[in-house]
């Protein structure tokens, strides 16, 4: 896969605060450091995950209910609105991107990326740790 590190960098920015936009690059440039002990061979992906992991986390509520919606996401009633992001952010960056970026793996990483899950792969875990570790 190649990126436009550019484009990519550009259009997050484009959507998030000046500080979520720099703890986004710190995650994605934590999701590297970790990814070199654990997942040597999906660097460029780590990198890119975290620079998505966040794509929606500066929306209101009210857009993330109408992406729920829009996407079929069913929530729980007693989710933290913070939390959406992580489940509006996977299906934003899918419809934004197409699959062929947003795959099953990038998907489920941003997914669940706040809450967990009981099936979390090692990539899931490098991007849940380097979202709560990353220096800013």
Known sequence: MKYDWEFFKSYIKSVQKDKRFLHTLGVADEAISLGKIFLPKKLEKLY??????????????????????????????????????????????????????IDSEVYNAIFRHTTGSVDM????????????????
């Open 48 to 101: 890119f995950t975290g620079l998505l992991h966040d794509i929606t986390k500066d929306f209101s509520t009210e857009k993330h209910l109408e992406l729920c919606s829009k996407y079929s996401i069913e929530i729980s009633p007693d989710i933290a609105p913070k939390l959406l992001h992580s489940k509006t952010g996977a299906a934003y960056a899918r419809d934004k991107f197409g699959e062929d970026y």
């Open 121 to 136: 792969s090692i990539f899931d875990i490098i991007i849940y740790l380097a979202d709560y570790i990353e220096q800013g």
